[in-house]
């Protein structure tokens, strides 16, 4: 059984400043792992992911994500953040591929962490 | 974002009558899912599909059903809603091979049983 971990359902940060958003995940194989973010009203839209490739995974707008095996972590950070990143965020993990064998779209997903940026 | 369209946006119901979600997309994929998302659970998956006629049961799959007739309808159905049903529902949908999967979400039902 897979499960995640969000630390912090809401996270503040001033405009400029680092963002980092806490996920942990336990999974008995060798996990694919996500970050998603969802704007008020919308769908969840994908920011990056983790195949097994590079433990550095860099994503859209400027966010990137790194696995690591020994912490069982894949923290996202942004270096500086924009007025625009406000939304929430999700990690989600996926080690299971569906009965037809080549999707894993099953995801689980953590709570959820809320970003807000202050100007 | 796939073709997907999700209907209807908002519903309101009654508990114990029937309902259900439609999920279309244009584009002929194989693999769609529903979820649905609740404050503090982030989203949970109800059922899945990985083609016409073949559908498996998400880790919430209880008081739901899921038809697939044709590639492009994936349907949710509540055959009697409950207030615990009461959430908002996403259809997504798989695009892309093993090295380059992406999952495509709707734009979600908001649905409330009263």
């Known amino acids: 059984a897979q499960s995640v971990t969000q630390l912090g359902s809401h996270v503040s940060v001033s405009e400029g400043a680092l963002v980092l958003l806490r996920c942990n995940y336990s999974s008995s194989v060798p996990p694919y792992l996500f970050w998603y973010v969802q704007y008020p009203n919308q769908g969840l839209q994908l920011l990056l992911k983790y195949t097994s490739a590079a433990t550095l995974v860099k994503g859209i707008n400027g966010f990137e994500a790194e696995f690591k095996k020994s912490e069982t972590s894949f923290h996202l950070t942004k270096p500086s953040a924009h007025m625009s990143d406000a939304a929430e965020y999700f990690c989600?993990?996926?080690?299971?591929?569906?009965?037809?064998?080549?999707?894993?779209?099953?995801?689980?997903f953590g709570q959820g962490t809320i970003l807000t940026v202050h100007p | 974002d796939a073709g997907i369209t999700q209907s209807p946006r908002h519903k309101v119901t009654e508990t114990g009558t029937p309902v259900t979600l439609r999920c279309h997309q244009t584009?002929?994929?194989?693999?769609m899912y529903w979820y649905r998302q609740d404050p503090g659970h982030g989203l949970r998956l109800i059922h899945y599909?990985?083609?016409?006629?073949?559908?498996d049961k998400g880790e919430v799959s209880d008081g739901y059903s899921v038809s697939r007739s044709k590639t492009e309808d994936f349907l949710l159905t509540l055959e009697s809603a409950t207030s615990s049903q009461t959430s908002v529902y996403f259809c997504?949908?798989?695009?892309?091979?093993?090295?380059?999967?992406?999952?495509?979400f709707g734009s979600g039902t908001q649905l409330s049983v009263l």
């Open positions: 989600a993990v996926s080690d299971d591929p569906d009965a037809g064998g080549t999707s894993y779209g099953k995801l689980t």
């Open positions: 997504a949908i798989s695009v892309g091979d093993a090295t380059n999967e992406k999952l495509f």
């Open positions: 599909s990985y083609g016409v006629k073949d559908t």
């Open positions: 584009e002929n994929h194989r693999y």
